[in-house]
Structures are given as structure tokens and as C-alpha cells.
């Protein structure tokens, strides 16, 4: 069955980076397109970024553009979200998630109810 898995997350000083894994199966990687949220308590999930089923487009919001980046291999089905210049800001539960697409056009679908599957998280904590 189809699996999303992260990793990569810890505790990070402010201005560090971190690169977070996504690695899928049970799925046709490359007809996905890929998304990142994160979540904190209280918050509702929050769209970080996606990624065409090609890897050739990529979306993110405004305030996280130029620190977060996020690729992937369909040879090996698995996401990356390299996070860079982090802030405590940004301590969350980061998730992944895929919704299928084929090789249809690049919606950089923003909604959590886009997505088909997700994985179970991973916790990226940025102190002071």
C-alpha cells in the first residue's frame, strides 16, 4: 500500500539548515505531484511547498521563497525539502504529501485536502 515516510528532522539552531526526506511506495512516484506542509499545535496545517511530477516546476509561499527549496528523484521516490536560514518561526511537524496528477500541468496545489496521501511527520524544532 501506498507509503510516505519522512525524515531528517532535529533540532537546529537558528540560521542552520536542515534537509528533510520524503521516501514513497506502493505508488507511481513520478505521476505525483508533491507537497510540504507543516503544523503546530493549535495551527492549522500550513502549505511550506510542491513540486510538478517532473520536478521541472516548483511553488512556495511569498515569505518562503529563497529559504526553502524543495526537489525530488523519481529514481529513487523520494522528496527533499532543503530548509536553510530557519527561524524559530519555523518549528512544526513538517509532512509530505502526494496527489496524483499524471502528467497533467502543474497546479502547485496549496490545500491539505489536495492531497491523497501523507506521510506520518517529522519534527524540526529551531532554537534561539
Known amino acids: 500500500q501506498v507509503q510516505l515516510v519522512e525524515s531528517g528532522g532535529g533540532s537546529v539552531q537558528a540560521g542552520g539548515s536542515l534537509r528533510l526526506s520524503c521516501a514513497a511506495s506502493?505508488?507511481?512516484?513520478?505521476?505525483?505531484?508533491l507537497g510540504w506542509f507543516r503544523q503546530t499545535p493549535g495551527e492549522e496545517r500550513e502549505f511550506v511547498g510542491a513540486i510538478s511530477w517532473d520536478g521541472a516546476s516548483t511553488y512556495y509561499p511569498d515569505y518562503l521563497k529563497g529559504r526553502f527549496t524543495t526537489s525530488r528523484d523519481n529514481v529513487k521516490s523520494t522528496v527533499f525539502l532543503q530548509m536553510s536560514n530557519l527561524k524559530p518561526e519555523d518549528t512544526a511537524v513538517y509532512y509530505c504529501a502526494a496527489v496524483f496528477m499524471g502528467e497533467s500541468p502543474f497546479l502547485a496545489q496549496t490545500r491539505p485536502d489536495d492531497y491523497d496521501y501523507w506521510g506520518q511527520g517529522t519534527q524540526v524544532t529551531v532554537s534561539t
Open positions: 506502493g505508488l507511481t512516484f513520478s505521476s505525483y505531484e
